[in-house]
């Protein structure tokens, strides 16, 4: 998709993310999508031919959008401690905007579909595990933590940090306490072990 769209095809695209994530892309039709945006449903097929062109058009719209903040979500000082840096990446997801976590909504629906592409949680997981990576190893030859497989310290922060947003932002779940003491609690627990 071109970096610069028209107003009417942006209009389009939102309309599309609102229609995906309340329908699901089965019950995502066309003549829903063109109601949502309040535009004639032919505009949608002379400017996306079809309905999958315009499912991918707004995939790859968002995931621009998202994987640019994420970026910025993950972009580290050398001089950074490994709690400031997790923490700031932490509530930086945390703080994320509805319209990005529509986005994460819709690629982790896609997985459940068999499609050829690959998935949009993929491209967004391996951002996120490259970057956590690229940090971990800054850490071991700055001699700060041991000689360890960085990817796999890499998993645990992404599945500790990023999926309790998750649970928290796309499906609603309350985990009984604040978000403060929760990273707290998790970065001691990582930092410190659990073992006296």
């Known amino acids: 998709m071109e970096a610069e769209i ?3 095809s942006e209009k389009i695209i939102q309309a599309t993310l609102v229609i995906l994530q309340e329908n699901g892309f089965d019950k995502a039709t066309t003549k829903k999508i063109a109601a949502e945006a309040g535009v004639n449903e032919l505009t949608i097929f002379r400017k996306f031919k079809n309905k999958k062109n315009l499912v991918d058009a707004t995939k790859e719209y968002y995931l621009q959008i998202l994987i640019d903040k994420l970026n910025e979500i993950f972009e580290f000082d050398e001089d950074e401690s490994i709690d400031v840096f997790l923490k700031i990446s932490f509530f930086g997801i945390l703080s994320l905007e509805d319209s990005d976590f529509s986005i994460l909504k819709v690629a982790m629906e896609e997985v459940r579909n068999d499609e050829e592409d690959e998935p949009l949680i993929s491209k967004i997981t391996d951002l996120i595990l490259n970057k956590l990576e690229e940090f971990f190893k800054l850490q ?3 001699g700060v933590i041991k000689e360890i497989n960085t990817r796999s ?4 922060c992404y599945s500790s940090l990023f999926q309790s ?3 928290w932002k796309i499906y609603n779940k309350s985990l009984g306490f604040e978000t403060n ?7 001691n627990i990582f930092l410190e072990g659990i073992m006296i």
């Open 181 to 187: 003491d929760y990273i707290d609690d998790l970065l």
């Open 140 to 142: 071991i030859d700055k």
């Open 165 to 167: 947003v998750i649970l």
């Open 6 to 8: 028209d107003k009417t």
């Open 153 to 156: 310290i890499s998993v645990m």
